[in-house]
C-alpha cells in the first residue's frame, strides 16, 4: 500500500498528522506500517535523526557521514522554512523529498529514493505531492548530469549553467517547476 506521510518540523503539524491517523484507525483502516504509524508519527524528529533515514538521504550529501547529517538534520527540523517529505511503504522509508520554501517558492535542498525502489515513480510522486499541497507554485532545483533526466521527466525546465571551482569548471542544471507548466507524469 502506497502512502504519502509529510513531515513537517512543528508541533501545529504533527498535531493535525497524529489526529488524521487517529482519525483512520476509528474506521479500521490498514494505514499502519512497520513499528505502527502513530510511532513514527509521534517521533518524527527522533525517526528523521535516524540511521534509516541517514542511509536513504546519504546519497544526497557530499562526503556523508552520520555526524554531517545528524547536524543538517537538527538545524532542518529547527527552521520553519523547511518541508519535508518521507514516502513509506508499508514496511521502511522508500524516498524523501527536503524543500527550503520562501513564500509560494521552494528549492529541493535534498531528493533521495531507496536503490531498490528506483525507477517506479517514487520521485515524481514526492515531487507532484509538494506541489500539490497549495503552498508551492514554484519548485526549483540543481542538479548534474546524471539528475538532469529526472527533473526533465517530471516536467521541470532546465537550463545549463556552468559553475566555477577552484578545482575547475563543471557543467549544472537549474531545474524549475510551475504551477500549470506541465502535469507531472506518474
Known amino acids: 500500500m502506497e502512502r504519502f506521510y509529510l513531515e513537517v518540523p512543528c508541533l501545529e503539524r504533527k498535531e493535525e498528522a497524529i489526529a488524521y491517523i487517529k482519525e483512520f484507525q476509528e474506521y479500521g483502516s490498514q ?23 541517514y542511509n ?5 550529501m557530499y562526503e556523508p557521514t552520520y555526524g554531517k547529517y545528524n547536524e543538517m538534520m537538527t538545524s532542518l527540523l529547527q527552521s520553519q ?16 523529498l527536503v ?23 517514487i520521485g515524481r510522486k514526492l515531487v507532484k ?9 514554484k519548485l526549483y532545483a540543481e542538479t548534474d548530469e546524471e539528475g538532469v533526466g529526472f527533473y526533465r521527466g517530471c516536467g521541470f ?9 577552484p578545482n575547475g569548471t563543471v557543467t549544472r542544471y537549474s531545474c524549475l517547476l510551475q504551477t500549470g507548466s506541465q502535469e507531472i507524469n506518474e
Not at 81 to 96: F, L, N, S
Request: proline content about 2%; aromatic content about 10%; some cysteine.
Open 31 to 53: 494505514i499502519n506500517g512497520a513499528g505502527g504509524l502513530n510511532h513514527y508519527l509521534e517521533d518524527y524528529e527522533g525517526w528523521l535523526l535516524s540511521e534509516e533515514a
Open 56 to 60: 536513504l538521504y546519504a546519497p544526497c
Open 81 to 96: 522554512e523547511v518541508e519535508i517529505y518521507v514516502y513509506r511503504t508499508e514496511h521502511y522509508a522508500a524516498g524523501m
Open 99 to 121: 524543500l527550503e520554501v520562501k513564500d509560494a517558492s521552494a528549492e529541493i535542498t535534498g531528493i533521495a529514493v531507496n536503490p531498490g525502489c528506483r525507477h517506479f515513480g
Open 129 to 137: 505531492q509538494a506541489m500539490e499541497s497549495g503552498r508551492i507554485t
Open 157 to 165: 525546465t532546465v537550463e545549463a549553467v556552468m559553475k566555477h571551482y
